[in-house]
């Protein structure tokens, strides 16, 4: 028989609260304690701005940390009085389970094991005078255990039960303790406990779990307020064609920023009425008797103005207006992401025909330039080399003069040293190291492009309708591995150039470029052009009169020649069957052309029968890699990838980026946009998208675009050769049956009539 036990020692309940302290506390210890910021600010040390917005942003920051470190300081004494508590617990625990230990007589009287019956029963007097209750000083649980002792060890019935059972009182019932106290259960404390539970669980478990209800109900998945949503919804369904002006007033009118639907913002003060009025005078374009809601309302204004003086780099109050502007910005990366995700759901409700106008790929890249501007504070119309430190107007000037031409980053990164110390040279050493040490920072992008139709016989053959599947592959890398690369791939091309380019002018007359100062025409001749139509056209080589082009033609063209290599095995994969259909075309007669012919037949046999072995080995390969990236599907992405110079955005940011395919000729978005958020070293995306129902041509382009760097856009090209789908055979030649075997089986299966008779119809 079962029996139920409360604690009365507190051993039990012991167990239960040590196990209980465990599983709280080593979770908590993983998550709260402060080991990953140390090692991340000993890696970013070594090439950091010193400029003076960086040291502003530092100190900014650096204000917060003393709170910061105080809180992790708190945290890590509490989880160390944690474990210690944890430690004191199991030591108590392990004390427990010395206490509980067998029932043995021998133990309680005193005695030896060989004692004989005298001696035990000597002994059971001696105690038995010294623990009698009736006696001064006795104990009564003592006197009881030395009782039951010597019963077990003088009563035969009572030895062979403890021998037996470990008892001397026979079997005893199986007891369960319960790891409460049996104090919760006393009559005296039932109100109290009672009371307990009605406060536990009917008024603080239901105002907590409203509570969080009534906020969550209010939010979308991503944290951003419904009311947002659609607002957002609502202005870029109006807007299908919306710029870069529009889009910041629509980000400014989001909910967030509304003091009544979002507590945590702050609300306007009675001087920022005047404060606004300032700034509105300093910012031509804010477009503030704009007459729609809500982009009429005070709040709205105000965001809207803090944003354009972070564009256009205005220094505010620092107590007042510098505050709301850094609150206002923290908020906006999340928002401008929702846009995105806006914009494609309202693509999508297009293409389902639920709603009438669908947003054009400006709409979706004028959001995307927006989140590059905020995060480096600048405007579109201004140039990209003010991502730098100590650039202005005079440094730009003596870049972008006619002897270098210098727009962009990028190329001023593959200048030689020595040039762009030139080209810098109003700037100190100090200030130039800063320039050198963030421009070494920032991303350089290779992209490889792969497009496929997946799970078809012909993966190089799309049909209309098709899924297509467009592979791409981005490998990053520091600008400071192109330092000084493009000057020394010319000097080690110019010497093999040279002769290449004296044998073409001998074949061509023409005088190249990298012929020695002698051969090179005088200034006022005219340069000799080949004639056209006659010879081989003549390939310039790679290093030989090469611009400086933009970042997006500069990034690009370093992995074009890998994806048209790739193109090119394609093609001439898809191709052998058509070359070897023809060549078995060509007949030829005469015996001795017979029996090449069949050899030449063996050996192509063997040949396809080795590449269609080495095909059906790289599908299983290609297969099992598959499988493989499915199973990281669920795994969790972290949101970490490098950290981006951004001296005027008040927090740091991460640096990521956005890959869609889009057509450029219909200004339409084929996919989504994919939110890369951790390449560090290189990543592997695919994009999936429906060929054209119709036959025909058709050219996309691949986009990677940064959302903290302006200018660092990657466009690759993309072309689909569609063909006609392919039409179901439903009369397939195996089901085609002629007449005369459709009569032989005929014949041979008819039953006639008098094989179903009987022999009483016979009778008959």
């Known amino acids: 028989m079962a029996q139920l036990e409360y604690d009365e020692t507190g051993g039990t309940s012991l167990y239960f609260i ?25 890696a970013t040390n070594d090439k950091t701005c010193h400029c003076e917005p960086c040291e502003l942003k530092k100190t900014r920051l650096h204000r917060k940390k003393p709170y910061s ?5 708190i945290t890590m004494g509490l989880i160390l009085v944690g474990w210690v508590v944890f430690i004191y617990l199991v030591y108590l625990a392990a004390q427990v389970e010395r206490d509980h230990v067998e029932y043995d007589p021998f133990d309680v009287l005193g005695v030896e094991r060989g004692a004989s019956e005298a001696d035990i029963k000597r002994q059971y007097r001696k105690l038995s005078l010294k623990f009698h209750p009736d006696r001064e000083g006795g104990d009564e649980k003592m006197f009881m255990r030395i009782a039951k002792a010597h019963a077990a060890l003088t009563d035969e019935e009572a030895r062979e039960n403890w021998e037996k059972y470990g008892n001397p009182d026979g079997p005893q019932a199986t007891s369960f303790g319960i790891a409460l106290p049996s104090w919760i259960v006393e009559k005296e404390n039932s109100i109290w406990v009672l009371g307990a539970y009605v406060v536990a669980f ?13 906020k969550s109900i209010r939010y979308s998945g991503d944290k951003i307020l419904l009311g947002t949503n659609h607002l957002f919804m609502h202005f870029i369904n109006k807007t299908p064609n919306m710029n870069l002006k529009r889009a910041v007033m629509v980000l400014a009118a989001a909910c967030e920023f509304d003091c009544r639907q979002n507590p945590d913002i702050g609300r306007i003060r009675d001087t920022d009425q005047t404060e606004l009025m300032r700034l509105m005078r300093a910012l031509p374009n804010l477009g503030a008797k704009n007459k729609e809601m809500p982009l009429c309302l005070p709040y709205s204004i105000k965001a809207r103005a803090l944003i354009h003086g972070h564009l256009s780099r205005i220094e505010l109050p620092q107590d007042t207006f510098e505050m709301d502007k850094n609150g206002i910005l923290l908020r906006c990366p999340s928002l401008i992401l929702e846009m995105i995700s806006c914009t494609s759901n309202l693509i999508g409700l297009h293409r389902a025909g639920r709603v009438k106008s669908c947003p054009k790929l400006g709409t979706m890249e004028s959001i995307m330039k927006l989140s590059q501007l905020i995060v480096q504070g600048l405007w579109d119309n201004q140039p990209s080399m003010f991502q730098l430190p100590h650039f202005n107007s005079d440094v730009l000037y003596s870049c972008s003069s006619k002897r270098r031409h210098i727009h962009a980053v990028a190329q001023l990164a593959k200048m030689r040293d020595t040039d762009r110390r030139a080209a810098l040279r109003q700037l100190s050493e100090a200030e ?12 350089f992008i290779n992209m490889d492009v792969r497009s496929e139709v997946l799970d078809d016989e012909d993966n190089c053959t799309v049909c209309a309708g098709d899924m297509v599947t467009v592979t791409i592959t981005l490998t990053r890398s520091n600008m400071e591995e192109i330092f000084n690369e493009d000057s020394a791939e010319m000097n080690q091309e110019r010497e093999p150039e040279s002769v290449e380019g004296a044998e073409a002018a001998n074949q061509n007359g023409v005088i190249p ?18 004639k056209k139509g006659k010879g081989k056209k003549k390939h310039k080589p790679p290093g030989q009169n090469k611009k400086q082009l933009k970042p997006e033609t500069v990034v690009s063209d370093a992995t074009e020649n890998k994806s048209n290599t790739n193109e090119e095995k394609k093609i001439s994969k898809c191709s052998k069957d058509k070359s070897s259909g023809d060549e078995e075309s060509d007949g030829h007669s005469g015996s001795e052309d017979n029996e090449s012919r069949y050899n030449q037949d063996n050996a192509d046999d063997s040949d396809d029968d080795a590449k269609s072995h080495s095909d059906v080995e790289d599908d299983w390969e290609n297969l099992q890699a598959n499988m493989g990236k499915r199973g990281k599907v669920l795994e969790p992405r972290l949101k970490i990838s490098h950290e981006v110079h951004c001296p ?18 219909n200004q339409s978005i084929i996919t989504p946009p994919y939110h890369v958020v951790n390449l560090k070293v290189s990543e592997e995306v695919k994009l999936q998208f429906f060929a054209p129902s119709k036959p025909g041509r058709y050219q996309y382009t691949v986009c990677l675009r940064s959302d903290s760097y302006v200018d660092f856009s990657i466009s690759r090209a993309i072309k689909l050769d569609v063909n006609a789908a392919q039409v179901v055979t439903e009369n397939h030649p195996q089901w085609d049956i002629s007449d005369d075997e459709e009569h032989s089986h005929g014949d041979g299966d008819t039953v ?6 009987t022999d009483d119809d016979d009778s008959d």
């Open 18 to 42: 040590t196990s209980f302290v465990g599983l709280v506390l080593l979770p908590c210890t993983y998550l709260f304690w402060p080991f990953r910021s140390d090692c991340q600010g000993d």
């Open 69 to 73: 470190k105080l809180r992790q300081r």
């Open 202 to 214: 009917m008024i603080i478990m239901p105002l907590v779990v409203g509570t969080w209800w009534y």
């Open 432 to 443: 130039y190291d800063n320039v050198i040490n963030v421009m070494s920072t920032m991303p």
């Open 513 to 530: 470029n990298n012929v020695s100062k002698t051969d090179k025409p005088r200034v006022w001749e005219k340069p000799k052009k080949g």
């Open 648 to 665: 005027y955005f008040p927090d740091v940011k991460q640096e990521w980026w956005w890959l869609y395919i889009c057509d450029r000729k």
């Open 752 to 757: 006639s009539d008098s094989d179903l008779t």
